[in-house]
């Protein structure tokens, strides 16, 4: 069965990074992208992008561009998401998740709680 | 990029009531998708290609709609349909979700 595990959540300073980890199972990781999405507390979801594990290629929303780096270890089966230069509005609940044969977003990671703060 | 917006953001209903969420698009989409959230959870995949329900989901929902106008249909409410309902389109490579319906029972 189709599993995504996300790394545990991460208390960081403002102006500091956090890499997140989402590692693959129960299928072929590079047969299908990884997009992250980012929830604010209490808010809707907005989409940061994707990767295709085979290649590498990412695909970016442009709000999201210049605060997160997306990558992949294919060794490991282990996509990551970097987020730099953090704020508080960098504070969210952040998903990963895949599509299924037909059904956009059919699989999620748990999700990973980044609160920014000194 | 295309903006979602549905409506009502909060609503309650009673027990067998019929409830119908809208999602309007700020331009035309080929189809709309929506996800089921639950407090603490995950969203779960619901209703994709605009009218086809997710493995599991009960046959009281339904979707339906075309170019800017989509709704998503429950016959009559039950108690665990309680949750925040989202509506998603991809197009022109860029992805976006609603701001979701917070649905409640009565």
């Known amino acids: 069965q189709v599993n995504l595990l996300q790394s545990g959540a991460a208390l960081v300073k403002p102006g500091a990074s956090v890499k997140l980890s989402c590692k693959a199972s129960?299928?072929?990781?590079?047969?299908?992208?990884i997009h992250w999405v980012k929830q604010s507390h209490g808010k809707s979801l907005e989409w940061i992008g994707y990767i295709n594990p085979n290649s590498g290629y990412t695909n970016y929303n442009e709000k999201f561009k210049s605060k997160a780096t997306l990558t992949v270890d294919k060794s490991t089966n282990t996509a990551y998401m970097e987020l730099s230069r953090l704020t508080s509005e960098d504070s969210a609940t952040y998903y990963c998740t895949r599509w299924g044969a037909a059904i956009p977003f059919a699989y999620w990671g748990q999700g990973t709680l980044v609160t920014v703060s000194s | 990029e295309i903006v979602l917006t549905q409506s009502p953001t909060t609503m309650a209903a009673s027990p067998g009531e019929k409830v119908t969420i809208t999602c309007r698009a700020s331009?035309?989409?080929?189809?709309m998708h929506w996800y089921q959230q639950k407090p603490g959870a995950s969203p779960k995949p619901w209703i994709y290609d605009t009218s086809k329900l997710a493995s599991g989901v009960p046959n009281r929902f339904s979707g339906s709609g075309s170019g800017t106008s989509y709704s998503l249909t429950i016959s009559s409410m039950e108690t665990e349909d309680t949750a925040t309902y989202y509506c998603q389109q991809w197009s022109s490579n860029s992805l976006t979700f609603g701001s979701g319906t917070k649905l409640e029972i009565k």
């Open positions: 331009s035309s989409v080929s189809y």
């Open positions: 129960g299928y072929t990781f590079t047969d299908y992208y």
